[in-house]
């Protein structure tokens, strides 16, 4: 009886840990707004306590598209760039970002992937388990 209790203890204490961690790896992040501004300068992310305003001048010379807003850092020189919504890319925000359509694909296909290892896993424990209880059965 007692090789059956720590069994069922160890059993689970696995499955709550599958559990947490398969929960864990669908989880999506909080922080994930479409329609927030990412600064980037060739698509680096520009650290926002170098940024300074624009000139009007500026602004209308480099006319930032598709919402984006002009900034000005020093860099040896003055240098200026648009601070894209995170969908665009470019020197003007004028160009929509790939990685949107693509990543996203790749995304789903190890989501998917994820699930199946997962059930498959799932389906050979549960199996291992019922050849364990089976044996303790027989053993008895």
């Given amino acids: ?3 059956n209790m720590s069994l069922a203890t160890l059993l689970f204490s696995f499955f ?3 559990l ?3 929960e864990g790896c669908i989880r999506s992040s909080g922080n994930s707004n479409p329609d927030k501004l990412t600064y980037k ?3 680096q992310t520009d650290p926002e306590n170098h940024r300074l305003d624009c000139t009007d001048n500026e602004t209308q010379a480099l006319a930032c598209l598709n919402g984006g807003s002009c900034f ?6 003055r240098v200026v760039e648009c ?3 995170n969908k665009y890319i470019g020197k003007r925000c004028e160009m929509i970002d790939p990685e949107i359509i693509f990543d ?3 995304r789903e296909k190890v989501v998917r992937i994820g699930f199946i290892s997962g059930f498959i896993a799932l389906i050979i424990l549960l199996v291992i388990v019922i050849l ?3 044996w303790c059965k027989i053993r008895r």
């Fill in 41 to 43: 300068v060739n698509n």
């Fill in 20 to 22: 947490v961690y398969t």
């Fill in 72 to 77: 000005a850092v020093y860099v040896a020189d």
């Fill in 1 to 3: 009886m007692k090789a």
């Fill in 132 to 134: 364990i209880l089976i």
């Fill in 104 to 106: 996203q694909s790749a």
């Fill in 83 to 85: 601070a894209c919504l």
């Fill in 16 to 18: 709550s840990l599958l």
